[in-house]
T-cell receptor, first 115, second 111 residues
Framework: GAGVSQSPRYKVAKRGQDVALRCDPISGHVSLFWYQQALGQGPEFLTYFQNEAQLDKSGLPSDRFFAERPEGSVSTLKIQRTQQEDSAVYLC?????????????FGDGTRLSIL | GDSVTQMEGPVTLSEEAFLTINCTYTATGYPSLFWYVQYPGEGLQLLLKATKADDKGSNKGFEATYRKETTSFHLEKGSVQVSDSAVYFCALTNYGQNFVFGPGTRLSVLP
């Protein structure tokens, strides 16, 4: 497809379970970003990849959050031992180049609900 | 650190009314500024951008001018439509830094 694709669209998990969220960026896009969007709030930065290199993970809220992009295309955000405060929409975005003032193209997000 | 402030919503207007959504920012250097729109159940879509002072971004009848003297990037549209109902996010990025988003402003346009 032409846009950023995220799966699943919805994920419900019990507290303590591990979850994995997938992002397929636009083909050829070098930069990939993950954001967490709480209800009624703007996206909050989690982590950034340039190709396969994770250049910034300063926004990850705890060591339970882990992201990877092993081949420089598809990325996975993993949350271990989920807690209720992890409930949010997780957005993935990609952009063409390395310079971050280029527009980011967003996927529709994964809505994660922790029971 | 860098930050973005937006007027609180929700903003409710009648169709064909004039729209202004205020956005101000705090940042070092010379950030690039963006407006994104989020329709229900969808991800964010780029609406317009401006990369330097006095630039005007425009798209789909929306406009915003980068005002460095007032650190503002207010979104305007002369005549809103019901289909413009969405949440609007102001955002900035500094070269080499990550995007910082405002909290969003929900717009509801009534027929």
């Amino acid at each position: 497809g032409a846009g950023v694709s995220q799966s699943p669209r919805y994920k419900v998990a019990k507290r303590g379970q591990d979850v994995a969220l997938r992002c397929d960026p636009i083909s050829g896009h070098v930069s990939l970003f993950w954001y967490q969007q709480a209800l009624g709030q703007g996206p909050e930065f989690l982590t950034y990849f340039q190709n396969e290199a994770q250049l910034d993970k300063s926004g990850l809220p705890s060591d339970r959050f882990f992201a990877e992009r092993p081949e420089g295309s598809v990325s996975t955000l993993k949350i271990q031992r989920t807690q209720q405060e992890d409930s949010a929409v997780y957005l993935c975005a990609s952009s063409l180049g390395r310079i971050s003032n280029q527009p980011q193209h967003f996927g529709d997000g994964t809505r994660l609900s922790i029971l | 650190g860098d930050s973005v402030t937006q007027m609180e919503g929700p903003v409710t207007l009648s169709e064909e009314a004039f729209l202004t959504i205020n956005c101000t920012y705090t940042a070092t250097g010379y950030p690039s500024l963006f407006w994104y729109v989020q329709y229900p159940g969808e991800g964010l879509q780029l609406l317009l951008k401006a990369t330097k002072a006095d630039d005007k971004g425009s798209n789909k009848g929306f406009e915003a001018t980068y005002r460095k003297e007032t650190t503002s990037f207010h979104l305007e549209k002369g005549s809103v439509q019901v289909s413009d109902s969405a949440v609007y996010f102001c955002a900035l990025t500094n070269y080499g830094q990550n995007f910082v988003f405002g909290p969003g402003t929900r717009l509801s346009v009534l027929p």
